[in-house]
């Protein structure tokens, strides 16, 4: 096994001097390689922390000799689980669904009674598929019925009406400003942080913007915005507070995610121990099945995390910053998922070589009938296996959400699964089990993603990357029947001699 890591370590370091002298200008001064620039480096370590998560995941399963299709699936669902669990709505703090909207009378029928609306008071109605999107002044209300003034022109069957608040100043704050502008409006919110204030001119012109700070006076609320809104902005517009629900806490969200994967990898596990289907089969219809229901989920549109680009989305795509070059304005960090590697790959790897039960899971690799004979509880040893693969990657999934924000259920993470294998086949893991390691399998994964890099930097077409995958897996496949050819060669010469 030491060989192999060394082997694939060395290709490691070919290939990075290989790519240091092509990427540079002339090729002897690499101080003008693009593979050395801090953005190709730093993005390197990203793309090798999040493939290698899944790398680890898989290497688990395979070491049993078993195999998990199901990978690119699972973090295209873990994703889109993320985003439906933390999704946030913005809904008016005063607002009533419209169920029909009647042109011949110039009203409104409400859902529920509408609390709190007078003549005079102005609302905007919006979400009408025939009905004109507008602000209209309040003649009438009877309990679910809202007369105005102005002429609707169109019935409709859908909508939502909210009620506007004047505009009494606004104060823009420029862009060195904590705050991109100040602005007072008429009554008494109970807004925070976070939540947003919609700006309607009368006319024309909508403006939605976030509050970043609140200040309650007498009559009168002070907004602050995170963005200047322009100077046409003036007190002739309205205002609509729009208070922020949020589905489910970021904790909860996450650790609902990883208990929903640690399930389906105990189905898996299950059906492989004791229903005796094949993993192959197993998780090749978990690939379709998982797919399918995060495409049904958000009726195949795209799923985003763009409120937490600030907050818990760094996770995916922060940095810790090293240095900062003040006169180029270059700076090198390490990349936030980078520390998850290390911290998942130590936990692993002590795991599988200094734990019981990571000799369990080399031993029940190698030989599954001497394993299950010597006392192991084989069945157990490969649920773990198969659980340890889901949950991984379902974080790898989160993470890969949390650095690019958007979901595509029909696209985000097809054949991932192929990059996972690959580095753990890279890395040392024979598919025919009982053989693996978790360093071997991290710069495998780097090996993959330095490859990759190749294609770009050298303007490789693209479409020869699974190509390259496919080459990489033969090959390693063919390295390790080679191995093993040697090495049961060297025990018959041995014997022989004795």
């Known amino acids: 096994m030491k060989g192999k890591i060394l082997g694939i370590f060395g290709l490691l370091v070919v290939l990075c001097g290989f790519m240091t002298v092509m990427t540079s200008d002339p090729w002897y001064n690499i101080g003008t390689s693009k593979f050395l620039q801090a953005g190709n480096i730093e993005n390197l370590l990203s793309r090798t922390a999040l493939y290698g998560i899944l790398g680890i995941g898989v290497a688990f399963v395979i070491i049993t000799s078993g195999i998990d299709l199901s990978i690119g699936s699972m973090v295209c669902l873990s994703g889109v689980l993320l985003a ?27 859902r529920e009674p509408v609390q709190r609306l007078q003549t005079g008071d102005r609302i905007r109605f919006s979400g009408g ?50 705050h991109g502008a100040r602005v007072v409006i008429a009554g008494n919110h109970d807004l925070a942080v976070r939540d947003r204030l919609t700006l309607v001119h009368p006319a024309s012109g909508l403006k939605t913007e976030e ?30 507070p729009l208070i922020r629900h949020q589905r489910m806490s970021v904790p909860m969200a996450l650790t609902c995610v990883l208990a929903i994967a640690c399930t389906l990898g105990l189905v898996h596990g299950l059906l492989v121990t004791r229903a005796r289907l094949q993993p192959f089969v197993v998780t090749l219809c978990g690939l379709l099945i998982y797919r399918g229901l995060s495409r049904w989920l958000t009726e195949d549109n795209p799923a985003g995390l763009g409120e937490y680009s600030d907050g818990l989305c760094q996770l995916g795509s922060g940095r810790w910053n090293l240095y900062t070059n003040d006169a180029t304005g270059e700076s ?28 369990y899971l080399l031993a029940l690799g190698r030989n599954e009938e001497a394993a299950r004979f010597s006392g192991i509880n084989t069945g157990r040893v490969t649920l773990m296996a198969y659980v ?5 990657a379902a974080v790898g999934g989160m993470l890969f959400a949390m650095d690019s924000l ?30 693996g390691s978790i360093i071997g399998v991290i710069i495998g994964t780097a090996v993959m993603q330095v490859l990759n890099n190749l294609i770009m930097l050298l303007k490789i077409s693209g479409t020869l990357e699974y190509a390259i995958i496919g080459s990489v897996i033969m090959v390693g496949v063919l390295a390790d029947e080679l191995v093993r050819f040697v090495a049961a060669r060297r025990r018959r010469k041995q014997s022989v001699q004795e």
């Open 84 to 110: 439906i669990f933390l999704h946030v709505e913005y809904a008016p703090q005063a607002g009533s669904p419209v169920s029909q909207v009647a042109s011949e009378s110039n009203s409104f029928e409400t």
């Open 129 to 178: 598929r025939r009905a004109r999107t507008g602000v209209y002044t309040v003649k009438a209300v009877e309990g679910t019925t809202v007369s105005v003034e102005e002429d609707l022109k169109n019935d409709d069957s859908n909508g939502e009406i909210a009620t506007t608040v004047a505009v009494k100043e606004v104060e823009r704050l420029g862009d060195d400003a904590e």
């Open 211 to 240: 509050i970043t700070a609140v200040e309650k006076g007498n009559d009168t609320t002070t907004v602050f915005l995170r963005n200047d809104p322009g100077d046409r902005l003036t007190v002739e517009w309205l205002a609509i």
């Open 332 to 359: 090198f960090g390490i990349p936030i998922p980078f520390f998850f590697l290390a911290t998942i790959g130590l936990i692993a790897a002590v795991f599988l070589g200094k734990t019981i039960w990571g000799r």
């Open 388 to 392: 340890g693969c889901t949950t991984l």
């Open 406 to 435: 958007s979901i595509s259920p029909s696209s985000f993470g097809n054949f991932f699964e192929l990059y996972a294998i690959a580095a753990a086949v890279l890395g040392g893991c024979s598919l025919r089990g009982g053989e």
